[in-house]
């Protein structure tokens, strides 16, 4: 196995992994350590070629830097890529080889799951290093994360709904949800129980229904979901969806959900501040999940406990981002990024 170096300016380490004899090809990114070994999921899907691997495991990991950083943990930012289908490429082999080139790199960067990869994968990868997170047994193993992601989302959704309509209430509020996977459904049962009004979408037809059945939510058509009539919409499904086309359309006040990398570029932060739409930055609304995964990198004990503060944390640190967008008359992305940057210039110092 070779572990070729990458030069990536910003980031601390970039190792390009050629494995023939498995026919491992990927990527691991360590964007910062500052804070404490970099941690992030592993990726893996049948991209364009090597550069736009790169290109995503380098945006990846940079978003794990702030992103751990703004849930408070004493964790870097980091990511890996495997180049290839799940489905077709994915083979013991191939895990184990990636597992050497986690080991390789001396616990700088810890491994967990992203798409492409299920714990059972986790546990492939776990026969060749101790740096990975996200297993189903164990004596830390932390399991699905969704619940807790979606738990923060809900908290998020409060203090956005706080700040926007100057009650955290949410009996009657309508929110309009895109995506209905492993966080969107719990997101859907946190809101139902709190007296909102939903309105749904997803590509798949069966959680649809079961959101219907479940949730009286209204189901609408995938592109419908932008222009719903709704006071908040809480975006679960992909990335890149709040962009020049999208904002135009949006009805809602505020938006805040679980889905990463939400906003297309720095600039749609801005329009949705210059629509008047109040925006939760996606880092700090989804931190629940890698707070639920560094229960198992840190071996923490008396986890629901730990969890628990480090939600409130988190809340604490978006209701400082909400106040001081609203006392600056900014955008709270750019906020959230300053008061990131100044943990991580903290840290340094
Ligand atoms: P998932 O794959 O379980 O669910 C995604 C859902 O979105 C699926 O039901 C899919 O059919 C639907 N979908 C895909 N494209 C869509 C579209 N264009 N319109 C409507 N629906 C669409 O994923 P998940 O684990 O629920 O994660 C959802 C989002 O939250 C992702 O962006 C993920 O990166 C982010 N996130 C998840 C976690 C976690 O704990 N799972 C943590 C942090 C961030």
Redesign the pocket.
Known sequence: MKLIPVDAPGHEQVVRIEDSESGLSGIIAVHSTQLGPAAGGLRMRPYDGFEAALEDALRLSRGMTFKNAAAGLPLGGGKAVIIGDPARDKSPEVLHAFGRAVEAMQGQYWTAED?GMTPRDMAEIGTQTDYVAGLADGAYASGD??P??ARGIFNAIHTTARHRFGSADLTGRRVAI???????LHLCRFLHGAGARLVV????DA?MRQAVEMFGAQAVA?DA?YGAEADIFAP????A?LNEITIPQLQVSAVAG???NQLATADDGQRLHECGILYAPDFVA?G???I?VATEILRIGNREIWVGEKLEALDDTMDRILTRARQLSVSPNGVAEAIVTERLQKAAA
Do not use: K, R
Request: hydrophobic content about 35%; overall charge negative; some cysteine.
């Open positions: 798409m994360p969704s807790i992601t895109q995506g209905l996977g492993h966080v969107g979408t997803d590509v798949s959680p995938t979901i679960c499904a992909i990335g969806i679980g889905a990463n989804n629940g999940g890698i639920n």
